[in-house]
């Protein structure tokens, strides 16, 4: 009975683990959301979107790599256990850069926004 229980614990563990970032698919997120922006506002907006999508994959593949020692040392799946697992917030993320980009693609906008300082706006309106 025992060679039958350690196993199923096993699997278990594994399988409650928190996912790589790469390995979790994009939530739907309608492009319809954004099609009333303009293109200067969708680069902003895609921005402010890679930003929060490259943050929360960081903490979602220190919740992965947490969850592979804690598996391996405890037995546990340690971040997940523990509220960790971003798994929601980057599919979301991942949605949203995916929709912009076929907003801005349906406008016509160029596809690499480039970042504006804060005082470029500023300097550029006193020459």
């Excluded at 009975?1 to 698919?25: E, H």
């Excluded at 959301?33 to 890679?50: D, F, P, R, V, W």
């Excluded at 593949?61 to 405890?74: E, I, K, M, Q, S």
């Amino acid at each position: 009975m025992k060679i039958y229980i350690m196993p199923l614990a096993v699997v278990l563990a594994v399988s409650g683990c928190a996912k790589r970032p790469d390995a979790i698919v994009p939530a739907d997120i309608p492009m319809a959301a954004y099609t009333n922006l303009s293109c200067e506002q969708l680069g902003q907006e895609m921005i402010k979107e890679q930003t929060a999508l490259t943050s929360v994959s960081k903490q979602q593949h220190d919740a992965a790599t947490g969850d592979a020692f804690g598996v391996f040392l405890l037995g546990v799946p340690m971040s997940s256990t523990f509220g960790g697992d971003k798994e929601g917030q980057v599919a979301v993320a991942k949605g949203k850069v995916q929709a912009i980009q076929s907003a801005m693609m349906s406008k016509g906008c160029s596809s690499s926004p480039v970042p504006v300082k804060p005082g470029a706006a500023a300097k550029k309106a006193a020459t």
